[in-house]
Nanobody, 122 residues
Framework: VQLQASGGGSVQAGDSLTLSCVAS????????MGWFRQAPQKEREFVAA????????YYSDSVKGRFTISRDNDKNTVYLQMNSLKPEDTAVYYC????????????????WGQGTLVTVSS
């Protein structure tokens, strides 16, 4: 599967953004998906994940209550709605396919998209 993330941009603290990740192919509805982010000189960090049906959702503590992950299987798309953005949310955001194991571990994911940059200024 190929993944294309988009929707990043430069915003002020407190603003909102919605990221999209579009997948190629016809098997997307069977994929569990996740969002990660990577700030400069930092390791890739788990943000949120969603199973194939949307029935199981996971968030990192740093975004819980502010970010919402969702998906539209008819559109082969997973979304990340980001509200109340903070400067510490500044990072390149990546989507990827979860292959099983630990939801929060980048090593359990494949088919990383190219990333979309989110910059939050104070």
């Amino acid at each position: 599967v190929q993944l294309q993330a988009s929707g990043g941009g430069s915003v002020q603290a407190g603003d909102s953004l919605t990221l999209s990740c579009v997948a190629s192919g016809r098997a997307f509805s069977s994929y569990d998906m996740g969002w990660f982010r990577q700030a400069p000189q930092k390791e890739r960090e788990f943000v949120a994940a969603i199973n194939w049906s949307g029935g199981s959702i996971y968030y990192s503590d740093s975004v819980k209550g502010r970010f919402t992950i969702s998906r539209d299987n008819d559109k082969n798309t997973v979304y990340l709605q980001m509200n109340s953005l903070k400067p510490e949310d500044t990072a390149v955001y990546y989507c990827a396919r979860f292959m099983g194991g630990r939801w929060y571990s980048p090593s359990e994911y494949r088919s990383w998209g190219q990333g979309t940059l989110v910059t939050v200024s104070s």
